[in-house]
Nanobody, 114 residues
Framework: QVQLVESGGGLVQAGDSLRLSCAAS????????MGWFRQAPGKEREFVAA????????YYIDSVKGRFTISRDSAKNTMYLQMNSLKPEDTAVYYC???????WGQGTQVTVSS
């Protein structure tokens, strides 16, 4: 069973930074686009950022542009989400995914206090 395991979440104050990691096991996804999604309490899961297979192309929702950076290290089979200038509205469970294969991690909680 292919697994994606997120880590790096936590409780921080507004303006702080966190780096989320998504480690893949049992196979490599170096030939696939990957992404980060999040789900806040009482809300639908939403797209946050994506990165193509080579890492050269990245995509973000408007609310995180300039604050979040998605990257990947194929040698480590790991994807990252660097989150700076965090805001309370960024509070959510963050999931990594290989959307084309419908593979998802278990999520990591990010809580930003004001």
């Amino acid at each position: 069973q292919v697994q994606l395991v997120e880590s790096g979440g936590g409780l921080v104050q507004a303006g702080d930074s966190l780096r989320l990691s998504c480690a893949a096991s049992r196979r490599t996804f170096s030939d696939r686009a990957m992404g980060w999604f999040r789900q806040a309490p009482g809300k639908e899961r939403e797209f946050v950022a994506a990165i193509n297979w080579s890492g050269r192309n990245t995509y973000y929702i408007d609310s995180v542009k300039g604050r979040f950076t998605i990257s990947r290290d194929s040698a480590k089979n790991t994807m990252y989400l660097q989150m700076n200038s965090l805001k309370p509205e960024d509070t959510a469970v963050y999931y990594c995914s290989v959307p084309m294969l419908n593979v998802w991690g278990q999520g990591t909680q990010v809580t930003v206090s004001s």
